[in-house]
């Protein structure tokens, strides 16, 4: 289960934006599987919804984006 997300998490530092369908097609696992894995990253914070869309959710690692900025917490 851990390979699998750091494949995501790698994608993540890539892309910066990513879809379930996307997350799936990364991790090689369902698009449920993916599905429960964005929850568990968006419930630690690395991922969030980039808007209220219902379907075709796509979802933004703001805190890596900050970071490549430089507009982290110092």
């Known amino acids: 289960k851990s390979s699998v997300v750091l494949k ?5 530092f890539a ?3 990513l879809g379930t369908q996307r997350a799936a097609d990364v991790m090689g696992v369902s698009y449920t599987a993916a599905q429960r894995h964005i929850a568990h990253l968006v ?5 969030e919804p980039l808007d209220d ?3 075709a959710k796509l979802y933004i690692a703001q805190g890596v ?4 900025r ?3 917490e110092e």
Do not use: Q, T, W
Request: net charge positive; glycine share 8%; proline share 0%.
């Open 15 to 17: 892309s910066r934006v």
């Open 53 to 55: 869309a219902k379907y």
């Open 65 to 68: 984006i900050d970071a490549i």
């Open 70 to 72: 430089g507009d982290g």
């Open 43 to 47: 419930k630690l914070k690395i991922l």
């Open 8 to 12: 995501l998490i790698d994608y993540i």
